[in-house]
């Protein structure tokens, strides 16, 4: 569960980095899944990519064989920059964040399909 849990961060991380979407629906479905298409588009657009850079303290319940909450005290220091030239557009936050997310498995696979911050 846990390697499905950061295998997610892994994908949107990539996808923030390169504005690339694919691969997303590796490890995220559903509401997440639409949430972070749109997020990326979102970035594309405006040619603002994002370094993720991400501390994770998480912890794990199972609510049943195929479906799990994950919450993880996150520290955020990433940093978007422009997507043609490179040049950092803000400095690292350090942003403290109580996040929550719903995992299922779907056909062996764990996916994010709920994320809610706090």
């Known amino acids: 569960m ?3 849990y950061l295998a997610s961060w892994d994908a949107y991380a990539h996808a923030m980095r390169t504005l690339d979407p ?3 629906d590796c490890c995220h479905a559903d ?3 639409a949430t972070l298409y749109r997020t990326v588009d979102e970035h594309l657009r405006t040619r603002r ?3 993720v850079a991400v ?3 998480l912890h794990v319940a199972f609510l049943g064989p195929d479906r799990a909450i994950v919450t ?3 520290v955020d220091d990433s940093v978007a920059f422009d997507a043609d ?3 950092d557009l803000e400095q690292p936050a350090h942003l403290a964040q109580l996040l929550q997310f719903t995992l299922e498995r779907r056909e062996g696979v764990w996916k994010v ?3 809610v911050g706090y």
């Open 2 to 4: 846990r390697g499905a």
């Open 22 to 24: 694919t691969g997303l």
């Open 31 to 33: 509401t997440t899944l």
């Open 49 to 51: 990519k994002v370094r």
């Open 55 to 57: 501390t994770h303290d």
């Open 72 to 74: 993880d005290h996150v």
């Open 85 to 87: 030239t490179g040049q």
């Open 113 to 115: 399909v709920l994320t």
